[in-house]
Structure formats: structure tokens, C-alpha cells
């Protein structure tokens, strides 16, 4: 019997011995979680690719797409499985060819990796060929450079077959390269700067600092929205909402107005760092990119960087705003990132921010109200909400209830 199934390719530079083997692992594991809602009964390793199969031996186009998205994944091709009789897999052939789009020409390309399969692959060349030949008798055959090679692989008792793959992210799975906290507005830039480090393999935990009590919470469902949207990638575990909005205007009531901002983005680092340290990640990462606004001059990312030593990532700081936008496109973050609402960001803004901060007028600022109070506060009342989407993330050992005083559940999970 001829069935359907998804063949995925990953990229296998650099991918040698035991990194291999998590590799691969790592990517079976995220691709059970990411196709939970289709009925999936196998997902293993054959030759050099996975295969994902579903219970009723018709994989989707649906399914193939669902696929393309998760990290780690360089191409997917919708592909036959048959057994190793020639006029089966000839047959799968012709309707490969069929289906792949327009084409003026074509090639065959047999491999066999069970040498023990009768014919060598030059015949099955010869065979598949001469089939596809009578079959589409107006394409040419071009060994060079055909707009189609239909793929004939003979492997552990079966053949697959295809002549289409589409792209995938690419990337690396999620979980190969350890935790990052993210910190996350619902505007255009961090949730794709989240994304960029989830698709090289790391855990993302976001942090949002809202304007509450200040402003209302819809930055906060923006952001949950934003995880959602994420949850194809499979790359967010937990997202923390920080309150800000109080400390907020004790710092504007504090320090020289030029320099609000400066400090507000001291203490969202310093809490994220804190954040970081409980979760166990190794890095912070923004979606700065430089010169955007007033606050991303090197003067301004300086001034901020200053308060932690937890390494800070800035996967677009060289970016401009239209790949951005168009990257948020493709990931599905945009239709919720035109969508506005205050956060911490809007509230309390200068009139005329600092574009060139200078230190000393930075650090006698800080001195200027109780910042290690203020963010030990903050970290103390923090909120969470959990996303089933990312099978590697671990909450903190003893949860953050232990190490602080009780926590109000997130008000949003509700919703
Ligand atoms: P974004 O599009 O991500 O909101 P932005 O262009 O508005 O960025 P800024 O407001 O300068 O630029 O923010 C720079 C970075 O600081 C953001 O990309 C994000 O990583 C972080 N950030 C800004 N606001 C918040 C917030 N309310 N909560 C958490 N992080 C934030
Ligand atoms: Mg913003």
C-alpha cells in the first residue's frame, strides 16, 4: 500500500557524533509536541532525514506546513512510502512529478541505502526515467539543472518518493542551546528578536513590565497573545508579567526628567537579570536595534548594559525596521503588534529623553531613589503564566513561590 507522509531535512553541518544523536532526539521530541493536534503515529529517524507519519497514512500539505515552522527544520517534502515493488514506486513517481507545479523539466535521482534491493540504483535512473518520460512527453530531461529531481530512496525495506520540498525556518531544535530570558513588549521588535533566538535553539522565557496599576492590562493579553502566536516554534515556556507602573512614577518623581527612561530600563534589567538567575538562563536578549529611537544610541544601550553581568543579546541590533516587520509577518506577531497599548513604555514619558546619556550624571540618578529595594520588590511580586508549547523548559527548581513571598496568579490566564 502507497502512503503519504512528511520526509524532513535538517541541515547536518557541524552535526557529528553525539551532537548528532541530541540533535536529532531533540527534534523528535519538539515535533511531537508541535503537531499535537493532528493524529500522529510515528516520528522517527530513517537515513539522514525524520518521518512523520499520521494514524491514517495520509499526511496533509496542512501538516507539512505545521512542520516548516518548528526550528531545526531546514526543508519538509510531502512524500510517497511504498514497499520495494518497481511498478509501485514507478506509479508514486509519476504522481510526485504530477503534483510538484509547473515545470518544463525534470530528473531522477535513485539512491538505495539497503544494498541488498535487487537493482542498482543507475537502473532504478533508468526505470523511474523512462516512465516519467512517456508519462509527461512534452518536459525534457536535464541532469544539470532540472526545475524538479524526483527523489527515489530505497531504504530499510521501503521506497520514498517525492519531487517537492519547501523550506523550513531552519535553525537549530529548541532546548540544544540552553535558556534565555527574553524581555518583551508587544511591539514589533522583541517578539521577533524572541523568536531569532528560539529558532537557534534556545528556551525563551519572556518578561513584560506593564504599566499596572498605572495604565490597564491589555499590554499583558497582547503578550499572551504574542506566546500563542510563538506556539507553532514551540519556544516559550513561561512568560512573567512585572507591575511596574507605581515604581515607575516613584522614579519619575526622583530623578531629572531627560533621564527617566534610562533608569526605568535599568531596573527592567536588573529584574530580568534576577529573573534570569532563578530560571537558570544564561542570557538576556532585546530587541534593540541601533539608533531606532532615542533610547537605542551605543551612549543609551551603554548606560543601560552597565547594571548586569549577565550577558544581554541583541539579535537585530542590526536590523532595519522593514525586515523586521516583515519577519513579524511571516511568524504571525505583526496583526498583534499594530495593535496598541500603553505599557510601561508610554507611561511616564519625558518630554525630551537623553540620546547621549553621560555616566556620571547616569549613576548619580541611580543613587537618587532606593533602586536595590525597588527591584527586590518587583521580583517579589511577579507574576507567571505557564505555555504547554516548549517540551524542554523546566520551571525553576522549588518554584519562584519558595524563594519569595506568595505570588498572585496572572490575572490573564483566566481570560
Ligand atoms: P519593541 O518593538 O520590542 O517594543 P521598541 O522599538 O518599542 O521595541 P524600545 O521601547 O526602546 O523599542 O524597547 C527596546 C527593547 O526593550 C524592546 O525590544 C524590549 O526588548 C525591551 N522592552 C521595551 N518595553 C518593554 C516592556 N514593556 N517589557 C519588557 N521589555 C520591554
Ligand atoms: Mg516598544
Not at 517537492?164 to 531544535?173: E, I, T
Request: aromatic share 6%.
Amino acid at each position: 500500500m502507497t502512503e503519504r507522509l512528511c520526509l524532513v531535512h535538517y541541515h547536518e553541518i557541524g552535526l557529528k557524533g553525539k551532537n548528532r544523536a541530541t540533535f536529532e532526539n531533540q527534534l523528535v521530541t519538539n515535533l511531537h509536541r508541535a503537531l499535537s493536534v493532528f493524529d500522529i503515529s510515528h516520528v522517527g529517524r530513517v537515513s539522514g532525514h525524520l518521518v512523520v507519519e499520521t494514524a491514517d497514512h495520509r499526511a496533509t500539505e496542512e501538516l507539512a506546513a505545521a512542520i516548516r515552522r518548528v526550528p531545526g527544520v531546514a526543508r519538509v517534502s510531502l512524500a510517497y512510502k511504498c514497499g520495494l515493488d518497481d511498478r509501485e514506486y514507478v506509479t508514486a513517481a509519476i504522481q510526485a512529478l504530477g503534483e510538484a507545479g509547473e515545470f518544463s523539466s525534470f530528473k531522477v535521482h535513485a539512491r538505495r541505502s539497503s544494498t541488498t534491493y535487487e537493482l542498482h540504483s543507475l537502473d532504478m535512473n533508468r526505470l523511474v526515467g523512462a516512465a516519467l518520460c512517456e508519462a509527461f512527453p512534452d518536459k525534457k530531461v536535464d541532469v544539470h539543472h532540472p526545475d524538479f529531481t524526483v527523489v527515489v530512496h530505497v531504504v530499510q525495506g521501503s521506497t520514498y518518493v517525492y519531487a517537492a520540498s519547501a523550506p523550513g525556518v531552519g535553525g537549530l531544535p529548541v532546548g540544544t542551546a540552553g535558556k534565555v530570558v527574553t524581555l518583551l513588549s508587544s511591539g514589533f521588535d522583541s517578539p521577533v528578536a524572541t523568536w531569532m533566538v528560539g529558532r537557534r535553539g534556545a528556551i525563551c522565557v519572556p518578561v513584560h513590565f506593564s504599566g499596572r496599576p498605572m495604565t490597564s492590562d491589555t499590554s499583558e493579553w497582547l503578550c499572551q497573545d504574542v506566546v500563542d502566536a510563538l506556539a507553532p516554534a514551540g519556544i516559550v515556556g513561561r512568560l512573567y508579567v512585572v507591575p511596574f507602573g507605581e515604581r515607575q512614577r516613584e522614579i519619575s518623581l526622583a530623578v531629572p526628567q531627560s533621564l527617566r527612561i534610562i533608569m526605568y530600563r535599568r531596573v527592567m534589567m536588573q529584574v530580568s537579570e534576577r529573573i534570569a538567575r532563578l530560571e537558570g538562563a544564561k542570557a538576556l536578549v532585546t530587541g534593540e536595534s541601533l539608533g531606532q529611537v532615542a533610547s537605542q544610541t551605543l551612549d543609551n544601550i551603554a548606560a543601560v548594559n552597565e547594571v548586569v553581568t549577565i550577558p544581554v543579546l541583541r539579535p537585530l541590533i542590526g536590523s532595519d525596521k522593514q525586515e523586521i516587520i516583515r519577519r513579524a509577518e511571516e511568524i504571525g506577531t505583526y496583526d498583534i503588534s499594530c495593535q496598541t497599548a500603553p505599557d510601561c513604555c508610554t507611561l511616564f514619558m519625558p518630554r525630551r529623553p537623553e540620546t547621549h546619556a553621560r555616566m556620571d550624571q547616569v549613576l548619580e540618578a541611580w543613587e537618587s531613589f532606593d533602586h536595590e529595594g525597588m527591584v527586590s520588590d518587583l521580583v517579589e511580586n511577579v507574576e507567571w503564566r505557564d505555555f504547554s508549547q516548549c517540551p524542554s523548559y523546566h520551571a525553576p527548581k522549588g518554584t519562584l513561590r519558595e524563594h519569595h513571598r506568595e505570588l498572585q496568579p496572572f490575572s490573564g490566564a483566566e481570560r
